[in-house]
């Protein structure tokens, strides 16, 4: 039975509104003289009080507050929108992890509440707690390339930027399949030119055009944004099937700490093994000493 928990915050006026306005299917009757309002729901129960004290109670107290946690974003478009993002290309252990996801005006507002931004300024524990939710809310694709696809991939003469392209296209391809709409504005966060990624496609099959390209895409579109969340999960999550096979949590990145612990993991378990682990073109693969047997 998962444990209950109490959180208390006080809160300004204005957020008070929005709680009211985002709980109104779910306030029910109180007969406390000092709450402004009771709203519950699956799993939890949100008191208002007139001093603007917020109780959260329950066993979703946690995961439902942190809704409120954070201040809005202010988007470019909050328009009905598509948006994809990649993580791990810098990433010698691990995966490349790519998401694309629908977010429609209706949205905007728990995506705001969530404090949904560029998942690489929230910081790791903060996704694992926003993800889920993400997931049971929002249509999305996403997949992830192995390091060992990864590898034979680099292996027949692809690069990285090519590897990308493909992966953002597939994954465009399958939520436009999935929400069954084709015409909607698609945003891509940009990382080479929009000829070059069109370049790279050549004559691919179900090949995704009208694309709108943008650095730093994930500040200014919500989908972007909310594809970043979600595909930083996925690269989380096999970041620590990873690390469980090593038996320590392994350092993300490609620099000094990482080159230690590659060091680490080849010479207890060889290369065969570490191979199955990174990409193997990064340079951190030539610092390495194998030891002679």
């Not at 066993?59 to 990649?86: F, H, T």
């Not at 560029?118 to 790791?124: A, G, N, P, Q």
């Not at 055009?209 to 999960?233: G, N």
Request: charged share 30%; net charge positive.
């Amino acid at each position: 039975m998962e444990k209950s928990s109490t959180l208390t915050f006080q809160f300004e006026d204005s957020k008070i509104d929005k709680l009211k306005e985002f709980y109104k299917e779910n306030i029910v009757d109180s007969n406390n003289q000092y709450v402004l309002f009771l709203a519950k729901l699956n799993g939890v129960s949100i008191t208002a009080y007139k001093t603007n004290k917020v109780v959260f109670q329950g066993k979703n107290a946690s995961e439902e507050s942190l809704i409120w946690q954070e201040e809005q974003v202010k988007w470019v478009n909050s328009n009905e929108q598509i948006g994809s993002d990649e993580v791990g290309t810098g990433d010698y252990f691990g995966p490349i992890s790519v998401c694309a996801a629908y977010v429609s005006s209706t949205d905007i507002k728990m995506l705001d509440m969530l404090g949904i931004g560029d998942s690489k300024k929230i910081d790791d524990d903060k996704i694992m707690k926003i993800a889920p939710i993400l997931l049971k809310k929002i249509t999305y694709s996403q997949i992830s390339v192995s390091p060992q696809k990864y590898n034979r991939l680099i292996a027949a003469g692809y690069n990285q930027a090519k590897i990308k392209v493909l992966l953002h296209n597939q994954v465009l391809f399958n939520l436009k399949k999935k929400i069954g709409k084709e015409k909607i504005f698609t945003v891509v966060d940009q990382f080479l030119s929009g000829k070059k990624y069109f370049e790279y496609l050549g004559d691919s099959k179900d090949l995704v055009r009208d694309i709108h390209f943008e650095t730093k895409a994930e500040d200014k579109f919500p989908s972007v944004a909310t594809a970043s969340i979600i595909a930083r999960y996925s690269f989380l999550i096999k970041m620590k099937a990873l690390s469980n096979l090593v038996g320590k949590e392994i350092p993300k990145g490609a620099g000094r700490q990482v080159d230690t612990f590659a060091q680490k993991v080849l010479d207890k378990f060889g290369m065969e093994k570490l191979e199955k682990m990174v990409k193997i073109h990064f340079s951190n693969t030539r610092k390495l000493k194998v030891k002679e047997s």
